[in-house]
């Protein structure tokens, strides 16, 4: 594989190796000599297959990760539709690396993401962890900028209002997206999405554990259920429910610090980048 097109100082991507974040934080790419003038060649390696491609050992399967970081830090809005073209990738490959890390990048560029992640949100030819994650995009886009909230509010409620339609699992990302943003004005639609069964309560939840997330209720009517079990089928759902009932109770440690949002997907240790991708 050729880096040669890659000239000083997008070459020094070429180099830094590993870019998990369990192993390091972000660095600050302008160290590197990275300037807005760079954003159309940050582009093109962020987008580089050859580079996706790579050998997984290599350090230069982690350029495109470092480019798209710089990407973000530079606030380059012309980077945020090439960059949406990654998202397939989520259900192709379970690429968890872009599932974590794209949503984060648009929260840095801002409110110029809004209207290439809407575009790609209400495209019926993408995936549902695909379009997903462009409902993650303007989540971060709200957290960073709340003059912007509304409208990624708006645009995450106008696409659940098509719950008929959409994918099970994509109804239940977007009620997720809408609890993180707090969107209480959300409730009418999502309720209507549960009354018609078309939400995947084993990734949401049902409509009682949402009213409470969202405060309008206080505690459930109903026995909880265990929808993961659930959904496994009742034979080995029985199996899970007797194992956990095995499952000798200790005293548990303090609670974390809460974090700004409660986290609706967990994350899983990243596998290395390349050819073998991850699984």
Not at 38 to 53: C, F, G, K, S, W
Not at 212 to 218: M, P, S
């Amino acid at each position: 594989m050729s880096t040669a097109s890659y000239l000083p100082p997008l070459d020094k991507l070429l180099t830094l190796g590993d870019a998990r974040p369990t192993l390091r934080r972000w660095p600050d790419y302008s160290q590197y000599g990275l300037a807005p003038e760079h954003v159309p060649d940050l582009i093109r390696m962020a987008t580089d297959e050859e580079l996706y491609q790579a050998n997984s050992q290599s350090s230069e399967v982690w350029a495109p990760v470092h480019a798209w970081r710089a990407l973000g830090q530079l606030r380059a809005g012309s980077a945020a539709e090439p960059l949406t073209h990654l998202f397939h990738l989520i259900d192709d490959n379970h690429d968890e690396m872009i599932s974590d890390e794209l949503p984060q990048v648009f929260g840095l560029i801002g409110a110029g993401a809004i209207p290439a992640l809407t575009a790609y949100l209400e495209d019926v030819s993408h995936g549902p962890y695909a379009r997903h994650a462009s409902s993650r995009g303007l989540l971060e886009i709200a957290r960073r900028q709340p003059e912007a909230r509304a409208e990624c509010v708006a645009i995450v409620m106008r696409q659940l209002e098509r719950y008929a339609e959409n994918d099970e699992a994509l109804n239940a990302f977007l009620i997720g997206t809408l609890l993180d943003l707090k969107a209480v004005e959300s409730a009418p639609v999502m309720e209507r999405a549960f009354a018609a069964g078309r939400v995947e309560l084993a990734v949401a939840g049902d409509w009682e554990e949402v009213q409470i997330e969202l405060g309008l209720k206080q505690k459930r009517d109903t026995p909880a259920r265990n929808y993961v079990a659930e959904s496994l089928g009742p034979e080995l759902g029985a199996k899970l429910k007797a194992l956990a009932e095995r499952v000798q109770v200790v005293e548990p440690p303090p609670p974390p610090r809460k974090s700004e949002a409660k986290k609706r997907d967990k994350r899983k240790q990243q596998e290395p980048r390349g050819k073998k991708k991850r699984k």
